[in-house]
T-cell receptor
């Protein structure tokens, strides 16, 4: 049984560009959360999607947006990239609050 | 609002020695508590969790943590560490009530096991 799958694993973007990261949740999980982990820091909550709606959002600007599809997979979009957006982006899925499974992450480098 | 404080950013320990990684949290509501482990260039793996019931929780690889509500702590312990335990460990908290679903993480503790 595949766990949480994220793609791509690495990518490099230029300041001002837009990026889309993808996540497939673990089988049986209907809730997807996104986290940003800057170098040397703990993960920071970006937002959570459930039933194709954003259910909760952390303290991130509107440049960060997302989407959840009917098959529960999700995308994270970041517009107008800044150097400070360089980080590991983690997707976590859950069948309910309290049982989060994390993917291996996407390493985004903004140059 | 919730917060997590991991009191040690780095903990070096000799192989087969015991270790304790400290975690304190702040919350105005009842919480769930978690420890995650992160190996280099990888995502987070759940080590153990406290949701309810017994305040002492154990993992399959010998780690344990005890929920202490009065001290708002959830320290992680292992009686004898192995080289393979070298990793970064994150303590996290979430509300146990409806309406708040995010995990709030500490800044992590890097455990280095010395041969």
């Amino acid at each position: 049984d595949a766990g949480v799958t994220q793609s791509p694993t690495h990518l490099i973007k230029t300041r001002g560009q837009q990026v889309t990261l993808r996540c497939s949740p673990k089988s049986g999980h209907d809730t997807v959360s996104w986290y940003q982990q800057a170098l040397g820091q703990g993960p920071q909550f970006i937002f959570q999607y459930y039933e194709e709606e954003e259910r909760q959002r952390g303290n991130f600007p509107d440049r960060f947006s997302g989407h959840q599809f009917p098959n529960y997979s999700s995308e994270l979009n970041v517009n107008a990239l800044l150097l400070g957006d360089s980080a590991l982006y983690l997707c976590a899925s859950s069948p309910r609050p309290g049982g989060y499974t994390f993917g291996s992450g996407t390493r985004l480098t903004v140059v | 609002a919730q917060s997590v404080t991991q009191l040690d950013s780095q903990v070096p320990v000799f192989e087969e020695a015991p270790v304790e990684l400290r975690c304190n949290y702040s919350s105005s509501v009842s919480v769930y508590l978690f420890w995650y482990v992160q190996y280099p260039n990888q995502g987070l793996q759940l080590l153990l969790k406290y949701l309810s019931g017994s305040t002492l929780v154990e993992s399959i690889n010998g780690f344990e943590a005890e929920f202490n509500k009065s001290q708002t702590s959830f320290h992680l312990r292992k009686p004898s560490v192995h080289i393979s335990d070298t990793a970064e460990y994150f303590c996290a908290v979430s509300s146990s009530g409806a309406g708040s679903y995010q995990l709030t993480f500490g800044k992590g503790t890097k455990l280095s096991v010395i041969p």
